[in-house]
């Protein structure tokens, strides 16, 4: 039972690489989203999915891309790296159950990216 | 800007004792409400959802809703030691049945 799992779990970077984070998940959920978690901001919303190939920007969606070709699937890149962006991401999914009720959501176990 | 208030803590209580975290929201529209504990270093983990008003008793977690008031409380009974954690209120947010929104946490410690 893997669950929702993210790769690197770690990784430092310098300002101006691409870097993708990987996040796979093996529930079938239909939603996907991306957070980043820094002090005094609590989790913010990067990028959503509410199934393959649809795509919403969250909250902090600036300098940020997300693709979804496949639902257990949700890849975030940062297209050119900057300091700003060093947080931890934590990947996240849930079902879209059967009534109006938010179903709660799960979470992996973060990256925690460094940008030099 | 839909917002969730939580007090930022640190709240210390005793083992043993009763710890009483609280949650405020703006968004009227908001119908699920969520606990998660966060260890340090680690992830969110969901500890209670609750939906209708009253209260929900899962061990020794209780949460309480309050929807008039826009208030979601957590209870935390015989405070353990393991206990000590961030714990973050989210509420459903936008009008969406999905998308949720997180209060920053507040940190608790439970001293031996």
């Known amino acids: 039972d893997a669950g929702i799992t993210q790769s690197p779990r770690y990784k430092i970077t310098e300002t101006g690489r691409q870097v993708t984070l990987m996040c796979h998940q093996t529930?079938?959920?239909?939603?996907m989203f991306w957070y980043r978690q820094d002090l005094g901001h609590g989790l913010r919303l990067i990028y959503y999915?509410?199934?393959?190939?649809?795509?919403d920007k969250g909250e902090v969606p600036d300098g940020y891309v997300v693709s979804r070709s496949k639902t257990e699937n949700f890849p975030l890149t940062l297209e050119s790296a900057t300091r700003s962006q060093t947080s931890v991401y934590f990947c996240?999914?849930?079902?879209?159950?059967?009534?109006?009720?938010?179903?709660?959501?799960?979470f992996g176990d973060g990256t925690r990216l460094s940008i030099l | 800007q839909k917002e969730v208030e939580q007090n930022s803590g640190p709240l210390s209580v005793p083992e043993g004792a009763i710890a009483s975290l609280n949650c405020t929201y703006s968004d009227r529209g908001s119908q699920s409400f969520f606990w998660y504990r966060q260890y340090s270093g680690k992830s969110p983990e969901l500890i209670m959802s609750?939906?209708?008003?009253g209260d929900k008793e899962d061990g020794r977690f209780t949460a309480q809703l309050n929807k008039a008031s826009q208030y979601v409380s957590l209870l935390i009974r015989d405070s353990q030691p393991s206990d000590s954690a961030t714990y973050l209120c989210?509420?459903?947010?936008?009008?969406?049945?999905?998308?949720?929104?997180f209060g920053k946490g507040t940190l608790l410690t439970v001293n031996p």
């Open positions: 999915s509410a199934a393959a190939d649809i795509t």
């Open positions: 609750i939906y209708s008003n």
């Open positions: 989210a509420v459903n947010s936008g009008g969406s049945n999905y998308k949720l929104t």
């Open positions: 529930w079938s959920h239909s939603y």
């Open positions: 996240a999914s849930s079902d879209p159950g059967g009534g109006p009720s938010t179903q709660p959501q799960h």
